[in-house]
């Protein structure tokens, strides 16, 4: 809750005030000393009236996908209800203006209530970031008749947007590791060799004849053909470096940081993904967590999880990933490429760093 005084009301009231205290004091009577009451009790009323107006007011939000994408256009819906006797007047809704628009209802709206009168709110809304945050309606503010002070409260029931990042090539130029020599490692689920390798199995009509292994048939008696190995790939492990950001966190400049490292991750699965290519994803979910992403299907399952589920459970877990990335840096790692997606990098870093 804030308090904000308007100082020229203040200084008005204060010499009203003084007023009546001398008028009080020179004349007496009961007419003047129930001025001198209301005036010294105005404020203390006001602050009542205001404290059941919040104490009965309801407000429910939502939109009409729990999970949406980052400025894609969704219908907003609020209902706001004064459940007391006591009407409310000019009412102010400041709104989440700096991370979300809402195209129908303005940010300092003013709105009027009557006894146990209810009103419904509709706006489209589009989400400026990525990630996992509070939308809507943030604060109602109440002003005393007199203008003189204004509170500002939170909305007690607030509606918590997941916002995935769009899909996009920011990553490419990172990990453009078709060069790498020494390709050795995981391999792929979908592609494989051009020249058929040893295993075998019946021949079956299409087979190329090249693929038939002559000496087998001829001891088997039937056509025995041999089958490519599946494509080997260099081991590419990315390690999602999340921050650690209490959950509570909804500064900007925190919202900021985790839109572009949740674009960057979601690009980097899907420069493998989209060619069937394996990669291994290491990410904070809770406990530090690991998914091979080698195909549309488990990039999906990655997709799903990642816009509101890259989080740390305890310290232990945070230590854990810094202490990975300190292990690759100093040289101690396996065969392959490890990259590192930072979240918050150093004064001079970059966001990610490459390690063969």
């Known amino acids: 809750m804030q308090i904000h005084i308007n100082l020229k009301g203040l200084i008005l009231y204060l010499a009203v005030l003084a007023a009546s205290l001398v008028l009080a004091s020179f004349y007496g009577g009961p007419l003047v000393f129930a ?26 939000q939502e939109i009409d996908l729990h999970r949406v994408s ?15 006797i006591l009407p409310i007047h000019r009412m102010r809704l400041s709104t989440f203006s700096d991370r979300c628009d809402l195209y129908e209802i303005s940010d300092g709206q003013e709105i009027s209530l009557g006894t146990l009168e209810k009103k419904e709110l509709v706006s489209g809304i589009s989400c400026k970031y990525a990630g996992s945050y ?11 008749p007199f ?3 204004r509170v500002e409260c939170i909305v007690s029931y607030t509606f918590r947007a997941v916002v995935s990042p769009p899909i996009t090539d920011i990553a490419d130029r990172v990990l453009d590791l078709e060069n790498l020599v020494n390709s050795t490692g995981l391999k792929s689920n979908r592609l494989y060799e051009t020249i058929p390798g040893s295993d075998m199995r019946p021949y079956q009509t299409g087979d190329p ?18 089958v490519p190995d599946k494509m ?5 492990t990315i390690v999602a470096q999340a921050a650690r950001v209490p959950d509570n966190s909804q ?33 904070p979910a809770g406990k530090v967590s ?13 997709y799903s999880i990642e816009a509101d589920g890259i989080f740390y459970n305890s310290e232990e877990e945070f230590k854990k990933i810094q202490d990975m990335a300190e292990d690759q840096r100093s040289g101690a790692h396996e065969n392959g490429t490890w990259i590192f997606i930072r979240e918050d990098p150093e004064p001079g870093e970059s966001h990610f760093a490459v390690c063969d």
């Open 232 to 236: 080997e790939k260099r081991a590419v």
């Open 147 to 149: 203008s003189i002070f």
């Open 70 to 84: 980052k400025n894609e256009d969704h219908r907003y819906r609020a209902i706001i209800e004064n459940a007391g």
């Open 134 to 144: 509070n939308i809507g309606i943030e604060t109602v503010g109440f002003t005393d």
């Open 251 to 283: 500064d900007l400049e925190s919202l900021k940081k985790r839109d572009y490292f949740l674009e960057f991750i979601v690009s980097a699965a899907w420069h493998f993904a989209h060619q069937n290519l394996p990669v291994r994803l290491i990410y």
């Open 35 to 60: 001025w001198l009451f209301a005036i010294l009790l105005m404020l203390p009323l006001s602050g009542a009236y205001i404290f059941l107006n919040y104490r009965y007011l309801r407000i429910f």
């Open 290 to 302: 690991e998914s091979v992403v080698d195909s549309h299907s488990s990039f999906m399952n990655f």
């Open 209 to 226: 004849m090249h693929s038939i292994n002559w000496k087998v048939s001829a001891r088997l008696s039937e056509l025995v053909t041999r």
